[in-house]
């Protein structure tokens, strides 16, 4: 089992920068890909970045180049920097983690409670 525990979340301006955590426990390991997504009401689920056990990375087009996914396997935790952001990333963000040589190749099957980024104008 794999436990997932998210922090970092809170309201902030347009603009303004955020630093999300995950912190990891349990069965980890490093043959996993772990990914943050979010969800806000009335819209479908939304995987902004990933990484997966060689450090491959990817990200959504919508925050390619404001948000920054990170790993720090010494402190088991992964990390979602973001920049430069819009009302629009408002939602409540996951950490999600399945073990998988690369990611995109299975559902997330691990998943974190979340936590809430409120973008104000």
């Known amino acids: 089992q794999v436990q997932l525990v998210e922090s970092g979340g809170g309201s902030v301006q347009a603009g303004g920068s955020l630093r999300l955590s995950c912190a990891v426990s349990g069965y980890t390991a490093r043959s996993y890909c772990y990914g943050w997504l979010r969800q806000d009401p009335g819209k479908e689920r939304e995987e902004v970045a990933a990484?997966?056990?060689?450090?491959?990375?990817t990200y959504a087009d919508s925050v390619k180049g404001r948000f920054t996914i990170s790993r720090d396997n010494a402190k088991n935790t992964l990390y979602l920097q973001m920049s430069s952001l819009k009302p629009e990333d408002t939602a409540m963000y996951y950490c999600?983690?399945?073990?998988?040589?690369?990611?995109?190749?299975?559902?997330?099957?691990?998943w974190g409670q979340g936590t809430q980024v409120t973008v104000s104008s």
């Open positions: 990484i997966d056990s060689e450090g491959l990375i």
């Open positions: 999600a983690a399945v073990r998988a040589h690369r990611c995109g190749t299975l559902e997330y099957n691990y």
